[in-house]
């Protein structure tokens, strides 16, 4: 079964950089394909960006492009978020998320599958930008 777990949350000022890590155990990660959400207080749920088994191809909202990047490690087990010149309303709790793909599905457009095709969720972790 596996497990994620989220880290490197925190407040950080406007126009700073945070890097969330995401760690799996119970299973090697690299047969699933790994997604980045985030929930504001009030809001619904946010795909923010998602990176393919391979680390290949990425797809990334356009309300961070240009800011975020997903990466991974397959050989440490974990997946990350590069958060740059962050702004107030990327607060939010982030959570990453991991699904084994569908044969069919084109891992290039992750995002657009959305959340509830990811089976697997870490606890969240809180990121907080404010001067």
Known sequence: QLQLVESGGGLVQPGGSLRLSCSASGVTLDTYTVAWF?????KEREGVSCISKSGGSTDVADSVKGRFTVSRDNAKNTA???MNNVKPEDTAVYYCAAVIPRVLFDERICLMWGPDE???????TQVTVSS
Do not use: V
């Not at 985030?38 to 009030?42: E, K, V």
């Not at 990811?118 to 969240?124: F, I, L, M, P, T």
């Open 80 to 82: 990350y978020l590069q």
């Open 38 to 42: 985030r929930q504001a207080p009030g």
């Open 118 to 124: 990811y089976a697997y969720w870490g606890q969240g």
